[in-house]
């Protein structure tokens, strides 16, 4: 049965590194802890991609990555700007060296964690391409910071309300999607370049909703079911600072102190119990919260919805740093986050989210 088809829809030039950028990388999709081909990006023909004048800032890949069961999903992106060297000769040892983190990363996962994969698995692509870097590629060649997003089954399935239409002023190309990687990367002299890689996932519109006809009954510690698991699966998601819950069905004194650890950070009756309210925010209503705040300009001392948008937020552009508690107070941990995203996207680093730091975080 065909859940959800998750498409490599294309790549977006957001800021050129130099006047012209000759661009080649990867993308690799892993499903739960199965590693699929490596995509080398351009195929065969073209040595490289060229980004950087008008009409030159998004490529459509329209590429398949994968159709099937809604599982957790990991999806990885490389990019490296070339310069000289033997372009297919370095693309074929950047595969490789994706190929090989993807089989290492899942090797180290202890007991079901895939919803940790994103992490190590960046670390792994960091540690491979600085090493080719210093092995193989051009000694111009600037190689750009991997990076990495989990998707879980329930994003996978309610993935058409976050579907989006990417368009530049600059291009008349278009892009769909519902999620985005991006990489970043800083050359020599200092100058910074950032790519996005999109991503579309297209649930089958018969296929069962997230709720897979379980429901939102009340839960305590001792229940057990499916609908425990359910209630597992969508806390990983929305605590993705903690460790990962075993997604077990069992409401035992971990799966309690989460809950409890949840609704302090949404702010609603801290008790343990999982009722009405704290089922409505976990399958939504913290999203809708999160959308109706708008983009005020937050600072240290904010708190509230705007803030937890802006921690997921951050933590989806920087996926190789530990994330961020998405819990609504903007400490000195998420001032120091959105500096160095205001540092990798080159704008103003100053810890404030005002409109150009929104503006990016939300491109």
């Known amino acids: 049965m065909t859940d959800v088809k998750v498409m490599w829809t294309g790549l977006e030039c957001r800021v050129r590194q130099e006047k012209k950028d000759d661009i080649f990388g990867t993308v690799q999709l892993i499903v739960g802890k ?3 081909p490596v995509i080398k990006f351009p195929g065969e023909g073209s040595a490289t991609l060229v980004f950087g004048p008008p009409g030159m800032r998004i490529f459509t890949a329209q590429q398949l990555l994968y159709s099937g069961p809604a599982k957790d999903l990991t999806v990885s992106a490389t ?3 070339h310069d000289s060297g033997d372009v297919e ?5 950047v595969a490789q ?3 090989t983190a993807a089989s290492t990363a899942v090797a180290g996962l202890a007991g079901g ?5 994103a992490l190590p698995l960046v670390e792994l692509l960091s540690d491979a391409l600085v090493g080719l870097g210093a092995e193989l590629l051009g000694i111009s060649d600037d190689v750009y910071n991997p990076s990495a997003i989990a998707l879980s089954r329930d994003q996978l399935l309610s993935a058409n309300s976050r579907r989006q239409t990417r368009s530049r002023p600059d291009d008349p190309r278009t892009l769909k999607f519902t ?8 050359d020599d002299a200092g100058d910074t370049g950032v790519y996005a890689v999109y991503l579309d996932v297209q649930p089958d519109a018969t296929a069962p909703g997230p709720s897979d006809g379980i429901g939102t009954p009340t839960l305590r510690r001792g229940s057990q079911g499916e609908a425990v698991r359910k209630l597992q699966r969508l806390l990983n998601g929305h605590v ?3 460790s990962s819950l075993a997604v077990d069905g069992d409401f035992g004194p971990a799966t309690d102190a989460r809950v409890r650890e949840y609704q302090r950070r949404v702010e609603i009756d801290v008790d343990g119990i999982v009722g009405p309210q704290t089922w409505d925010m976990v399958t939504g209503g913290e999203q809708s919260q999160e959308a109706a705040a708008g983009t005020p300009t937050l600072k240290q001392g904010s708190h509230g919805p705007a803030v937890r948008k802006v921690q997921r937020l951050l933590n989806a552009r920087i996926p190789n740093l530990q994330q961020l508690a998405i819990d609504g107070r903007f400490g000195p941990v998420t001032h120091g986050r959105v500096r160095e ?3 990798r996207v080159a704008i103003a680093i100053d810890g404030i989210v005002g409109p150009q730091t929104w503006n990016h975080l939300t491109q």
């Open 341 to 343: 995203f205001q540092r």
């Open 89 to 93: 000769k370095e693309k074929a040892a």
């Open 113 to 117: 964690g895939v919803a940790t994969l």
């Open 97 to 99: 060296a994706v190929s």
């Open 240 to 242: 993705p600072d903690l």
């Open 79 to 81: 990019l490296v700007e």
């Open 34 to 36: 199965d590693p699929q």
């Open 179 to 186: 999620d985005a990687i991006l990489l970043s990367g800083v």
